[in-house]
């Protein structure tokens, strides 16, 4: 991801697969029955099955987008994925990357 690091240093995150102590996550989990979902959330909410559970990772790009977009530029924070490799992020720092550059033109 090209824009990786500008977008983690203008937003104040950090994207990890090393599961230490979080402030937001996203994985991948097995139901009872077989099906895999994918879970998004702050690690200081509870589960929510309607807010935070996913059936398809395409939907993680805007939630991981949001989470970043409207948190406080002050806080670093950082944010667990289970698979860095998973397209929705990509997608996610692409936006994020656009929206860096547009706020940097209203500044000026």
Same mark, same amino acid.
């Given at each position: 991801m090209k824009n990786l690091t500008a977008v983690q240093t203008y937003f104040n995150f950090k994207l990890t697969d090393d599961y230490r102590n979080p402030d937001f996550v996203i994985y991948s989990q097995t139901? @009872?029955?077989?099906?895999?979902?994918?879970?998004?959330?702050?690690?200081?909410? @509870?589960?929510?099955?309607?807010?935070?559970?996913?059936?398809?990772?395409?939907?993680? #790009?805007?939630?991981?987008?949001?989470?970043?977009? #409207?948190?406080?530029?002050?806080?670093?924070? #950082?944010?667990?994925?289970?698979?860095? #490799?998973?397209?929705?992020?990509?997608? @996610?720092i692409d936006e994020l990357h656009d929206e860096m550059y547009k706020d940097q033109d209203e500044e000026e």
């Open positions: 139901t @009872a029955d077989g099906y895999d979902v994918f879970i998004a959330k702050r690690t200081d909410e @509870a589960l929510i099955i309607e807010e935070h559970v996913f059936y398809y990772d395409s939907d993680l #790009e805007e939630v991981l987008f949001t989470f970043i977009y #409207e948190k406080d530029v002050d806080e670093m924070v #950082e944010i667990y994925v289970d698979d860095l #490799e998973s397209s929705f992020i990509e997608y @996610a």
